[in-house]
């Protein structure tokens, strides 16, 4: 043996080196000891080997005093493993080394977490000693699979004909939807750069530079409250942007690379080849959410105009009606066949949800003659039941549910009720992978808060109509050039068309409360482009994060990060954040004034 470490990784040997010696290093995976006769399971990145020392060893002695997570070298002779004995479920199942002689290369301390079993473990000592809970072979796994899928993302691209660029990290702050990451300048005293939220203007910038099919893998950084979907601090998309390009060109590029990502790494799941168009407000009325889970196949109905009939005798509905508020109906396939406390545990769940729980009707009898029970089924004569049940495509068996409240309210409350009901009744199919465009979003939105017109998604984006339709039309009827990709509830990618037409982007910014001037100071470098011959253009931008996720089947993107925060947006590996030094704030001409303590 020439290496000093190892002949082969511990993922190599089979059944066709038995009889021959080898030289493994790792780590002590799991050491049991079977009436004297020690096996030492040893790992490294590549796999697991099954080490036997027996007390006819030369190296029993200081196998003996080997404990989880000691990285030794094994010197040994392969054979097979004894009839009877063999693992098929590992690679290297069919042999075992027998230890002749051990090294001791790095001894570990007691551990604070089990590497070994992969058991649930508290997040804030995973996070702290993050460098063992990479070693578990499920986060391993996800983050090897990372690696894949991102390799693949490129590959795809590059087949696509685009060309990966990099742009810059210190950056101007921009209004894409969230609070910047700031850094201050040494050099510019009282000026900070920002951390880009998105290489948007970058990568615009780039097709005024005549560059036709950009793509990058790009970190983003944002400022926003982490959430199991959504990673604090920084997360990484997969940023595309074309040249000359319509709505229906983007589709027809990237549908092949997000459709063949599920596929290879999909572990056989069904992909959708034919992914619908759905428009915006139909998605968050059959749906209630513009990001719908498509392997759930009940439908929301509105129903408000049932419930306002002068024959229908719910005045709690009708309250709310009365009021500009709508009704959702949310069917429940086979539900009639569920206990009473199905129905109880679900309007208990919808108090939960801060509403004021969700009526519902059970239907009965034939199916050309129908009745209806449960708590609101009196108030509504036969003839209105009979339309609900028809709009709602419901037969005997089968239930509905009302939400009732204003509409985004309704919309909110009807849609999770809707993804609970159906995993709840077993009908969402969760061995499906399904895909959809979500399209013609609201270009603007009521800002309540500041009582606005606010931009609704990216302020870069072409208005449906184009500078005539913001000219002409009540801006909160405009619909933009803007969608997203939906996959299993998640949305995982966005984009759009640019408005690249000077004129029209000063009026778009204009009806969201920028005036000429600060649309030149904050966003000059893009305005001047525009000036001297802007090309047609367009892109997305897709979640690394959240593919992966659903490809690895978890619900945390934590489990699919290498080094992650935690929900207060903390590095506990390398105690991020941190003070700063007196003389870094001096170089930096920042004086702390920091909120007072609480009592």
């Given at each position: ?5 190892r ?17 493994l ?28 020392v027996d007390?006819?060893s030369?190296a ?9 997570e ?8 392969v ?12 690679p ?6 027998y ?18 079993g ?13 460098f063992?809970?990479?070693r ?16 693949s ?9 685009f060309?990966?660029?990099?742009t ?11 609070r910047?990451?700031?850094?201050p ?6 000026k900070?750069?920002?951390l ?7 990568k615009q ?7 036709d ?5 790009a970190?983003?950084?944002r400022d926003?409250d ?5 990673l604090?601090?920084e997360?990484?998309?997969l940023?595309?942007?074309m040249?000359f ?7 027809a590029a990237?549908e ?10 999909g ?5 959708t080849q ?6 915006y407000?139909?998605?968050?009325l ?31 509905f ?9 009704v ?22 919808a108090?939960?949800e ?12 034939e ?16 003839n ?18 009302f939400?009732c ?11 999770a ?7 709840d ?15 013609d979003?609201?270009?603007?939105e ?5 009582k606005?017109v606010?931009f609704?998604?990216?302020?870069f ?6 500078l ?9 009827t ?39 001037e ?6 000059g470098?893009m ?14 931008a ?13 619900q ?5 990060s ?17 003070d ?5 704030l ?14």
């Amino acid at each position: 043996m020439t290496h000093c470490y190892r002949s082969h990784t511990c993922g190599a040997l089979r059944e066709a080196e038995a009889g021959k010696t080898t030289r493994l290093s790792g780590w002590c995976h799991r050491i049991r000891d079977h009436g004297g006769v020690l096996f030492i399971d040893l790992r490294d990145h590549y796999g697991m080997t099954q080490c036997v020392v027996d007390p006819d060893s030369p190296a029993f002695k200081l196998a003996e005093k080997l404990r989880s997570e000691w990285v030794v070298r094994i010197d040994g002779s392969v054979r097979l493993r004894p009839a009877g004995t063999e693992n098929p479920e590992m690679p290297t199942g069919m042999i075992e080394v027998y230890v002749t002689e051990i090294e001791v290369l790095g001894a570990a301390a007691e551990l604070p977490m089990p590497v070994f079993g992969d058991v649930d473990y508290p997040e804030d000592i995973r996070l702290k000693y993050r460098f063992l809970d990479l070693r578990r072979e499920k986060l391993h796994k996800n983050i090897m699979l990372r690696g894949k899928v991102v390799d693949s993302m490129r590959a795809r691209m590059k087949e696509q004909g685009f060309f990966e660029f990099q742009t810059p990290i210190l950056t101007a702050s921009s209004p894409e939807g969230a609070r910047d990451f700031l850094v201050p300048s040494r050099i510019h005293p009282g000026k900070f750069y920002a951390l880009p939220q998105a290489p948007q203007q970058y990568k615009q910038l780039l097709m005024m530079a005549g560059f036709d099919r950009y793509f990058q893998i790009a970190p983003c950084f944002r400022d926003e409250d982490p959430r199991a979907d959504r990673l604090p601090g920084e997360f990484y998309q997969l940023d595309v942007e074309m040249s000359f390009v319509t709505q229906e060109d983007i589709f027809a590029a990237m549908e092949p690379v997000i459709r063949g990502i599920f596929e290879e790494f999909g572990e056989g799941r069904p992909v959708t080849q034919q992914w619908r168009r759905i428009p915006y407000a139909e998605s968050m009325l059959k749906y209630g959410s513009d990001k719908p889970d498509l392997r759930n196949p009940l439908i929301i109905a509105d129903v408000t105009e049932e419930f306002s009939r002068d024959d229908v005798s719910f005045k709690a509905f009708k309250g709310v009606i009365a009021q500009g508020g709508v009704v959702r109906a949310i069917p429940a396939t086979n539900a009639g066949a569920q206990p009473r406390s199905f129905f109880d545990k679900l309007n208990d769940w919808a108090k939960g949800e801060g509403a004021a729980g969700l009526g519902y009707i059970i239907f009965e009898g034939e199916a050309d003659a129908m009745t209806g029970k449960g708590p609101i089924a009196k108030f509504l004569p036969p003839n209105v039941q009979a339309l609900i049940a028809e709009k709602c495509g419901l037969k005997p068996g089968d239930a509905v549910f009302f939400a009732c409240d204003q509409a985004e309210k309704a919309a909110k409350l009807a849609g999770a009720a809707r993804l609970k009901i159906g995993l709840d009744l077993g009908l969402t199919d969760l061995e499906r992978i399904e895909l959809c465009w979500i399209v013609d979003f609201p270009m603007y939105e009521w800002n309540e808060d500041d009582k606005r017109v606010d931009f609704s998604h990216n302020p870069f984006s072409m208005p449906q109509g184009g500078l005539d339709a913001l000219t002409t039309q009540d801006p909160l009827t405009i619909k933009a050039f803007q969608y997203d990709i939906a996959c299993n509830g998640y949305e995982i990618a966005s984009g759009g068309i640019r408005n690249h037409v000077p004129e029209a982007m000063v009026k778009a910014f204009e009806i969201a409360g920028y005036s000429e001037e600060t649309v030149v100071e904050r966003f000059g470098g893009m305005y001047r482009a525009f000036q001297y011959g802007a090309p047609p253009h367009g892109g997305m931008a897709a979640g690394v994060d959240r593919i992966i996720m659903l490809l690895a089947r978890v619900q945390n993107l934590r489990e699919i990060s290498l080094f992650p925060m935690n929900q207060r947006a903390e590095d506990l590996l390398m105690g991020a954040p941190s003070d700063a030094t007196p003389k870094q704030l001096r170089e930096l001409h920042i004086r702390l004034n920091l909120p007072e303590a609480k009592g």
